[in-house]
Every structure is written in structure tokens, then in C-alpha cells.
């Protein structure tokens, strides 16, 4: 069943469902991180002739109008091409079914506007269980004036009453479903929203919502049924949306630092900082993250390193070494191949190291690096399926792909400013390291942490909710947390790594 009363079902069958990354999320004030080089979205060839047909159709999970892939955005790190776009709404008798919402507030519906990476991949179908294959443009909708560019589809609505069925409709200007302003967005990694809930997604989503008139939406809300037409007992389509999900140490971008609610917020660390911070954890003068200041960036529950006589100590004993025991040990430590265990995978520890800026970009020196080929969930999900053979459990197929991929995840997310890095990603780039200093870095943060542990922090408080107490986890403790299942996770989070000091770690949106 797809909608909030089934989704907890969904990870029976799609692992991923179950995992890291996931979306939607709500976008409340202390995640969000001013980026002043966010550019305004652009949009091409978004102006559809009247003379082109579109497929309308009901997928038994949504409405869905399919788009040409000469419609392309330009201004993300790739160009993504449109496929299809569809919505999210809620029932005809309780309003709010966005899956998005800001600092609690949920609204009457949710467009989304579906693009796939079309410089490294050839059509949707490939780039779907990619971690850099897909781009979604979110928008908000409230309940208030008619909107002209709805009903150039919901018109057509009765048409497509039926799972499976479909129509042809006139194209129209894509544009004009979109807010005015598209200099103004909320940028973050996350997932598909519904089944296989692969995490392969960026997200913009728009600050300023759109309006569709309450006959509009009743008119969706209402019209459509999730079963075939063969069936006897039709079952209404509304409520298709997904409840936020948790964070994972994400953070959330924004390209506006104006409001009220805005003043103060921090502002995004800079690439340049971060692959620095990951140099210095993988074979760089651990000390130097105190004496830059970098240790800022590391896990919010860790100590600041200067502030303590070990540090200190621990870099002088470093310096007495011979130039090359450090470089010889650390090549005597090789990461592995990937976080599965198994080999020829993709691996975002892999051999070339940290990073110097030249004069044409980022180069890799050294013994290793962060490797940027893209993931491959499908592939992930089947090679860690063989090596569970004979298991039939899967919640423990869900745990190891979240153990195999949220590190990565994390560590990609971060040195893109989109994360904080997580402790578990700290431990994993440190297992190579034999060093004093990793040692003594790690006990430091897991004191911190365990000690963290003890204080429940005050969640969020939404206008319409109670508020709760629940216990911090790493840097995203510091963020107010909604979601009503944030304790358990937490605590099977903190209970599965207690006694381990160092570890590795059908679609529509």
C-alpha cells in the first residue's frame, strides 16, 4: 500500500526503503545552511507547444504527466533531463498531503518534477538506482486561488479514474506550475519518496508555495481510485504521501538568508574546508585539525582537540618518527575494496588520497581518496543478498545495506556541504590509520558521545504537536527532531554500537 498507513510495511520489500537518506524530511530552522553560491534554476524548454501530446495517466500511486527530455535544468552540477512529473495530496476530508514541510507545517499537496542525470546516463531506467542519477524540483501547493496551469491536466482528470489507465493531453507551459521566484529553494541529498526509495536523488524544493483553488483539489482528491476497473471494491487514491523521515546528519542548503525566522543561521563550510578535514583524518598530522581550527567540522560531540594535553603530546611523539613510518603504515593498512567486503564494488575509500588544490581542479595525491564514481543501489542490493545467502530475514538485509551505505552516503553528502560528518564515517576513514593519534581520537569521541548520550535533548515543537524528549545522537542531535520514530531508531542506533570502538560501515520520485 502506498500512502503514510502502509509505509512502514515498505521496507519488507525494498530494503532501501528501511535505510539512509531518506525523504522527504522537514525542513526546520536549525538544519538549514546559508549557501550564497546557490544560483537561480534554469529552466529550458519548459514552454511546450499546445500541438505536442503529453500521457496523462493513474499509476495507482499518483497522476502522473509524462515529459520530454528536451526539457532540461542547467543550473546543477549536472544537466538533468525531464522525464514526468506528478503529486502528493491528501484526502478530501483532511487537507494537508505534502511530503515536505517546513518547520512542521504541512500543505494541501506537493508537485514533483522528475530529472534524470542525462549527461552520464541514457533514460530514466538507468540512472533510477544511481547515487548522482536523478534531480527532483519540488513545489509546495496551498489551498487558495484558481491556478489556470492546473487545469490544463486536472481537467482531464476523469479520463484516467482507473489504475493503469491513460490519455492523451495537449502540452501546455511547464513553467507556469512553478513559483515565480526560482532563486529561492531548499537544497539537500535524500531519496525516491516511494518505492524502491533509493537514495539517488538531490533535492530542490521551493520556498515560495503556489496556490490551486479548494474545488481544484477537491477535484484530485476525489476522482481517482487506486485499484483497476476489474475490481469490485474501488479504493480511493488520496493520501499519497510519505511522512518525514529522519535526517542522518544531514543539513539542508538554502539559497535566501532573509525572514525573521532566518537571522542567525549558519552559514555552509566550504568544500575547500571539509576535503581538508578528510586529508587530515586520513593521512595527515591529526594535530593540524586544531592548530586550523578544522575540528569545528568534525562531529558536534567531539572534544576541541587543542584544548586537551594529549593532543599535544600525541603530535610531538608523531613528529619524532622518521619522515616515511607514517606513509608505510598507512600503505600496510589498506582500506577495503568496499564497506560490503567484497570486492570490485564501489568504494568510496579507495586508492589516491586526499586532495591538493592545482591549477586545473582537484587532484588526487598521496595513497587515497574518495572515489566519485557514482553508487549502484540495484547492484549493492544484490551482491549484499548473495552474501546474506541462506538468511531469510529482512531487517538484517536492511541493516547491512544501511552499514554498506550510509558512510559513503555521509562522506560524499559532506564533502558536498550537504552533511556533517557522522562519527561512524570518522571511524571508518581512521581504521587504516594505526597511529596514536587515531586512537586517541577515537576515544575521545566516543566519551563524547557516550556522555552526550545521558542528556535528552527537547525536540522541535510544531504548532500542533507535544513536545517530546529524546536522546542526542553525533552532530544531528543538535537538531530538533519530530519524527515519531526517532527514539527507537536512536536507541537500536546506539545499542548496536556500544561495545565497537571502530567499524565500517517499482519507483516514482
Not at 489551498?143 to 479514474?161: Q, R, W
Not at 557516550?450 to 553525533?474: E, F
Request: aromatic share 8%; proline share 6%.
Amino acid at each position: 500500500m502506498i500512502g503514510p498507513d502502509g509505509e512502514h510495511h515498505w521496507a519488507k520489500h525494498y530494503p532501501f526503503c528501511g535505510g539512509a537518506f531518506q525523504s522527504p524530511i522537514d525542513f526546520q530552522t536549525p538544519l538549514l545552511r546559508y549557501e550564497p553560491n546557490l544560483a537561480p534554476i534554469e529552466l529550458r524548454n519548459y514552454n511546450l507547444s499546445r500541438n505536442e501530446q503529453l500521457t496523462l495517466s493513474n499509476n495507482g500511486h499518483s497522476v502522473q504527466l509524462s515529459l520530454p527530455s528536451r526539457m532540461y535544468v542547467t543550473s546543477l552540477p549536472n544537466r538533468y533531463s525531464a522525464d514526468q512529473m506528478h503529486l502528493h495530496w491528501g484526502a478530501p476530508s483532511l487537507l494537508p498531503g505534502s511530503e515536505h514541510t517546513i518547520n512542521g507545517k504541512q500543505f494541501a499537496a506537493e508537485l514533483h518534477i522528475v530529472h534524470f542525470n542525462s549527461d552520464k546516463y541514457p533514460n530514466m531506467s538507468m540512472a533510477v538506482d544511481k547515487s548522482d542519477g536523478l534531480a527532483v524540483l519540488g513545489v509546495l501547493i496551498e489551498v487558495g486561488e484558481f491556478n489556470p496551469a492546473f487545469e490544463h491536466f486536472l481537467k482531464y482528470i476523469n479520463g484516467i479514474k482507473y489504475k493503469d489507465q491513460k490519455i492523451q493531453v495537449p502540452a501546455f507551459n511547464i513553467r507556469d506550475l512553478l513559483p515565480s521566484r526560482l532563486d529561492q529553494y531548499y537544497r539537500y541529498d535524500g531519496s525516491l519518496t516511494t518505492p524502491p526509495c533509493y537514495p539517488s536523488v538531490l533535492w530542490t524544493v521551493f520556498r515560495n508555495p503556489v496556490t490551486f483553488s479548494i474545488q481544484q483539489f477537491q477535484a484530485l482528491a476525489s476522482a481517482m481510485y487506486s485499484s483497476s476497473i476489474q475490481e469490485s471494491a474501488p479504493v480511493p487514491l488520496n493520501g499519497n504521501y510519505r511522512k518525514p523521515q529522519l535526517t542522518d546528519n544531514r543539513v539542508v542548503l538554502v539559497s535566501f538568508q532573509d525572514g525573521r525566522a532566518l537571522h542567525g543561521i549558519l552559514k555552509a563550510a566550504t568544500a575547500l574546508q571539509r576535503r581538508q578535514v578528510i586529508q587530515k583524518l586520513l593521512v595527515g598530522d591529526l594535530a593540524d585539525l586544531a592548530d586550523e581550527g578544522l575540528y569545528q567540522l568534525l562531529p558536534a560531540a567531539s572534544p576541541k582537540p587543542r584544548t586537551t594535553g594529549k593532543w599535544k603530546n600525541t603530535r610531538k611523539s608523531q613528529r619524532t618518527h622518521a619522515p616515511g613510518i607514517n606513509k608505510q603504515r598507512w600503505q600496510q593498512n589498506n582500506l577495503p575494496s568496499d564497506t560490503t567486503g567484497s570486492r570490485g564494488g564501489n568504494n568510496a575509500y579507495a586508492p589516491t588520497t586526499a586532495w591538493q588544490k592545482g591549477t586545473h581542479g582537484w587532484q588526487s595525491v598521496g595513497k587515497y581518496s574518495v572515489n566519485e564514481a557514482a553508487l549502484c543501489y540495484g547492484s549493492l542490493a544484490e551482491r549484499t543478498e548473495r552474501q546474506l545467502r541462506g538468511v531469510h530475514d529482512q531487517a538484517q538485509l536492511t541493516q547491512a545495506l544501511h552499514k554498506s551505505v550510509f558512510p559513503e552516503l555521509n562522506l560524499r553528502s559532506y564533502l558536498a556541504c550537504r552533511s556533517e560528518l557522522d562519527l561512524e564515517t570518522v571511524r571508518l576513514l581512521l581504521r587504516g590509520r594505526p597511529s596514536d593519534e587515531a586512537n586517541e581520537l577515537d576515544h575521545s569521541l566516543t566519551v563524547a558521545t557516550m556522555g552526550r548520550k545521558k542528556k535528552p535533548a527537547v525536540s522541535y515543537r510544531a504548532s500542533s504537536r507535544a513536545t517530546t524528549k529524546k536522546p542526542m545522537r553525533n552532530s544531528q542531535s543538535t537538531f530538533g527532531k519530530n519524527n515519531a520514530n526517532n527514539n527507537a531508531y536512536s536507541n537500536a542506533y546506539i545499542n548496536a554500537n556500544r561495545h565497537n570502538r571502530i567499524q565500517p560501515l517499482e519507483w516514482e520520485d
